[in-house]
Structures are given as C-alpha cells and as structure tokens.
C-alpha cells in the first residue's frame, strides 16, 4: 500500500456549524479578540477531520515526544495519590518541589538559587503571559525573537504592550548578535525575551554571543526591564552543544527570570508543571498571588512526581535515550528534506524541530503567485507557506506549521515551515516521501487553490 495519500475528498459544512444561534454584538471583550492560539492546536479538529475519513495523518504539528512517561516518576505519581496528596496546597508550588529545583538549577548554572524564589505554575505557558502582565503597562515593549513562541507576540498585544519582534536569520543559525538587541532596546521596554535551545528553529547559542547580548543590556536597558529566560528545551542538545544561561552572565542574575518545566526533558507535557526562578523573593510572591487568583494551586502529587524526574540517577538514561532518538530522526530528516527540490534546512544544535527554507517550494508549486492573487481580507490571513502547510494536511495527511505561527510581525516575505521530529522515525520516513510527491504535485497544488476550501 502507498504511503503517499492523495487529496481527501470534500465534505460539506456540518448543519450543525451553520444552526448555531447568532451570538449577540458585544457579547466579547474588545482585547478578546487580540489575542492569538498556537497554530498547532487550532489543526487539531482538521487532522481528527482526515483521520475520521480513515486516512493516516503523519503529524509533526506538536512539540510532544513521543514518549511514555518514565516509569520511575510514574510510579511517583500513583504513590502520592495512594498517600492522598489530592488536596490543596502551597500555591506557590510545594516545598519538595522547590528544594530539588532550587537545588538543580543552581548546581547546572552555578549560581545561587533559594526555594523561596522559585514558583511553580501550571505548565510553562502561564509565566510567559504573567511575566508581561505583571511587568508591563500599556505602551510598554517586550522584544521577543521571531520566529519564536507564538504566546511571545500575542500576549503583548492582548495585554496592550506593544511587541517588538527581534527577527532571527536564517544565515546565522537563527541566533542574533547583541548589536541586534541593542537597536530595538528602548526606554519603554520592560521584557526581553530570550529562547535557547529555541522553538521553532531549534537555535542555540555560543558562550561569546550570550556574552555580547549580556553586555548590551547591562548598558542599555532600563534597570525595572526584566529578561525572561526560557529554557524549556536546556536537556535537549546535539553536536557536544551545551546548555547556556543569560543568568550566568555577570550582572545577570539579579534581573533574569529562569523559566523551565517537565513537558519536553521528560515527555510529561500532560503534568502541566512549569517553574521559574525569580530574581528576587519579592517578586515570587507577586507571582504566587497570580497564582492563587488563576489556578489556586497545581496537583501536588504531580509536583513530587516532578522533584523526583528532577533528582533520581534514574531520569538522565531516559533523557539520554530521548536524545539519541531525536538526533537520528534530525539527521534522517535533514538529509531528506535537502533531497527535495525547492527545500533546504539546516542542521538545528537543539530542541526537536526543523525549520526548512520552502521558498524555492512555494515558487514551484505556483504557492507565491497564488497568494498574491487571493482577495484582501483572505490574503492577509494567509501566506505562500500557509498554503503549502494547508497543501500537505488536506492533500497528502502531513501536519505541519507554517512561518505566521511562530510571529505574524515582519514575518511577509519569510517562506519556512515548522516540523516537529517528536513523532516517531517509522512515521517520518512516511511523511518525509508524502513531503516529496507533494513538492511534485504541480496540477495537484493548482486544483487545492482552485477548490479554495482550505487556505487558511
């Protein structure tokens, strides 16, 4: 049987879609609406559209390994529930918990870090949107690297800060030097954003840049600017890259918020437990309190399920055995996608993505022309790449993510896609073959454009 799968037949709209009840004008909040999603949840009702349809959908969409939870921290977790650690606790995260981090972020870094500092949030997600809330007012900047997080850009718009995209190049591995920041550094700008190993590029960064970057806001930025260091992907590096810390630099620490979490070194992104270190007790508190306002507390059995993937001699083998997983596939893949006419990608240093040039694709295949000759409210809803990404889910069952969902902001003109290699090499192999008959499938890309279901 092929593994390529052609275009899934068209369905109408559901009845039930065109029955709701109209909702009433102002029914929603103006900054409602200014808020964005991440992308690669939104396709989720489209793939379980395809896979409805009985078709196989090779998705590389999530940043979800592919992986079981560790037995050992497993275990942890049925043991706490059976001891009846179901109940309310310490809102800023257990004191368990916040030892063994305390305790392992400050051996790693070498730097001093108490448990008082520390704060535990329902997954990573929430201190990203916190950290803006609480240290900006409107018309304040947050700097943020593009393509990045999408949750970087849209927050500050729905908080009403204004985002300043610091665009990474794809010449210089997606990284950025310090004279970069330093032109976008002003006096209203209160978070800098900085993502190492990075989602989407998979970018890391050498000990001479982070020195660079340090530098310029030691001298730059305002003193009340906070540098939100997330470091969600710090256990997975390839290439004898090491994991490096703007918190490290001197002067650092005092003004860096160290985020990170269990979701990706331990393929637990269901716990839903995240930290970050404050540069001071003070401002932990604050966070505390946000936290006891949003979500009360975070389940305390999953937290001792945390200091335990934290500090057993039995959680790096496991980490290890993921690397060596995602390196293979990397390499698989790398090699497979520059086989394709139209694409090229470089080798990332970090995390689990790739993140290919397809702007010889999106010429080819007639993608860029397209764009252009769209209406106006649908163009600006779109791009080349869109189209592609659209292309290879509904035509040929492979989920990907275009460049607007890593910052829309600039990003006109920038051909990329994202992959996640989270999923598993035997599915890869597939979709990589799917990816090549689609860059292929000239008439096949005319007719999706044509029919226009699915632009967006």
């Known amino acids: 049987m092929s593994t390529v799968v052609k275009s899934a037949p068209s369905r109408p709209a559901t009845s039930a879609r065109s029955a709701a009840p109209k909702l009433p004008a102002g029914l929603f909040s103006r900054r409602t609406a200014l808020i964005g999603s991440e992308n690669a949840f939104r396709i989720g009702p489209q793939i379980r559209e ?25 275990d942890e977790v049925k043991r706490q529930i059976d001891l009846d650690l179901t109940h309310y606790c310490d809102p800023q995260g257990i004191l368990p918990l916040r030892e063994a981090i305390a305790r392992t972020m400050s051996a790693r870094r070498g730097l001093k870090i108490t448990p008082d500092r520390i704060v535990v949030f329902p997954g990573g997600k929430p201190p990203i949107g916190l950290t803006q809330q609480t240290y900006c007012n409107p018309g304040d900047e947050v700097i943020y690297p593009s393509p990045g997080f999408p949750i970087y850009e849209s927050f500050a718009t729905y908080l009403s800060a204004k985002p300043v995209p610091l665009h990474l190049r794809e010449e210089a591995d997606f990284s950025f030097t310090g004279r970069e920041l330093a032109a976008l550094i002003t006096k209203r700008t209160r978070v800098i954003i900085l993502n190492f190993p990075s989602n989407p590029t998979g970018g890391v ?16 930025a305002p ?58 007790a003070e401002e932990a508190t604050v966070f505390r309190n946000l936290n006891i306002n949003y979500f009360s507390c975070i389940p305390a059995y999953n937290q001792m ?42 080798k990332p240093g970090g995390a689990f993505y790739l993140f290919p040039n397809i702007a010889g694709l999106c010429h080819d295949l007639g993608a860029i022309a397209a764009h252009r000759k769209l209406p106006a409210a649908l163009r600006a809803r779109t791009s080349p ?54 860059a292929a499938d000239h008439d096949g890309f005319k007719k999706f454009i044509h029919e226009g279901q699915h632009l967006c």
């Open 50 to 74: 395809l896979e409805s349809r009985g078709l196989k959908v090779i998705k590389c969409n999530l940043g979800e390994p592919d992986f079981p939870l560790a037995k050992h921290i497993a």
């Open 205 to 220: 960064v050498s000990a001479e840049q982070l020195a660079d970057i340090a530098n310029v806001i030691r001298r730059k």
């Open 223 to 280: 003193p009340q600017a906070r540098i939100y260091s997330d470091e969600i992907y710090e256990d997975i590096l390839f290439d004898g890259n090491v994991h490096r810390s703007i918190a490290c630099e001197p002067g650092m620490a005092e003004r860096t918020i160290i985020a990170s979490g269990v979701s990706k070194s331990f393929a637990w992104t269901g716990g839903r437990v995240g930290w970050a270190a404050f540069p001071s």
């Open 305 to 346: 399920g945390a200091a335990v993937a934290l500090e057993s001699p039995l959680s790096a083998p496991e980490m290890a055995r993921m690397r060596a997983a995602f390196l293979e596939r990397r390499d698989m893949m790398v090699a497979g996608l520059n086989a394709i006419p139209g694409i090229t990608c470089r």
């Open 385 to 438: 790449a869109t189209l592609v990404q659209m292309f290879l889910l509904w035509n040929y069952q492979v989920a990907t993510m275009d460049r607007r969902s890593f910052g829309r902001i600039g990003s006109a003109g920038q051909h990329y896609l994202r992959l996640s290699i989270a999923t598993g090499l035997a599915d890869l192999e597939i979709g990589l073959l799917r990816i090549r008959a689609a």
